[in-house]
């Protein structure tokens, strides 16, 4: 391999962590129009929760995060593979949401994985199609503060 | 820091998120793929070769429903064909009565170019913290 294309390719992967971190942290941000930014104009999605194209998808994610008081998305195991154009993506993510319910605050907790098919434009990486993968789920009471 | 440099050090963070992805994946030939043959193991599952440690893995999993190895901060550095990385994980155990079991470990790595990419030749694992947690609120 010579050094060019050592080059590309942390060039490439370093772009397409940067798009899914972007994703998250634009999500936690509630800014709408940064993370419609991430997607492909014809991208489709399955939340496992809801699917369809990234519009209804991205409907479904704002309705839904409207009842949380704060969110936050955060990332680890990360893997991606690039062929020319195209790659793909596993990103792990811890999903913290805390919302107030009956008898006070809680959290509820989701680890789940983004399963990403992307694709090279000319504005640069964009995610044409996101599966969620759900690991495991937990709602647990905030503890009172000391 | 050249290219080269770059592109090996992005190479070695893989080997460590392979791992979790066939640890979580119940992928046992993608683990032992992250080894050299006769690599080095000192950790939770036990002491001596990779071989050991993998043949205590495969017996543990069954006793989760799930598990999540989540990697976070990761130190690396490279030298020609040697490398060292430490790697921070949060590996969450779902049991299948709903309870969490959760540990904090250190993954402390030392990796060498191998014919077939960067393998780990040593591995010492460091367990920071243990934690049990009941089955979560329903809802």
Avoid at chain 2, 128 to 133: G, L, S, V
Wanted: with cysteine; aromatic share 8%; proline share 4%.
């Amino acid at each position: 391999m010579s050094d060019e294309e050592a080059l590309r390719l942390v060039v490439d992967r370093q772009a397409i962590r940067d798009l899914v971190h972007a994703y998250a942290t634009a999500v936690d941000r509630r800014d709408w129009p940064r993370v419609r930014a991430c997607f492909t104009p014809d991208a489709a999605c399955d939340f496992s929760w809801f699917r369809g194209d990234v519009d209804t998808v991205l409907g479904h994610i704002e309705r839904g995060l409207a009842q949380f008081e704060t969110t936050m998305h955060l990332l680890g195991t990360h893997l991606a593979d690039v062929v020319a154009d195209t790659a793909t993506a596993e990103t792990y993510a811890v999903c913290h949401h805390r919302l107030r319910r009956e008898g006070g605050l809680a959290d509820r907790v989701v680890g789940m994985r983004y399963l990403d098919a992307l694709v090279r434009t000319p504005a640069g990486w964009r995610i044409r199609r996101r599966d969620v993968a759900v690991d495991w789920q937990r709602l647990d009471p905030v503890s009172p503060a000391p | 820091m050249n290219a080269r440099a770059a592109y090996d050090a992005t190479l070695v963070r893989d080997v460590a998120c392979r791992y979790a992805r066939g640890v979580d994946r119940k992928d046992l030939d993608l683990v032992a793929s992250c080894f050299t043959p006769e690599c080095a193991y000192e950790g939770a599952l036990g002491r001596g070769t990779i071989a050991d440690a993998l043949a205590t893995l495969r017996a543990a999993l069954p006793r989760y429903e799930r598990t999540m190895h989540f990697m976070g901060t990761q130190d690396v550095a490279v030298d020609g064909d040697a490398a060292r990385s430490e790697t921070y994980c949060v590996a969450y155990h779902v049991r299948p009565d709903g309870r969490h079991f959760t540990v904090g470990v250190r993954y402390l790595d030392a990796l060498a170019r191998t014919a077939d990419g960067w393998r780990i030749c040593r591995r010492t694992v460091r367990t920071e913290w243990t934690r049990e947690d009941p089955a979560s609120l329903p809802g």
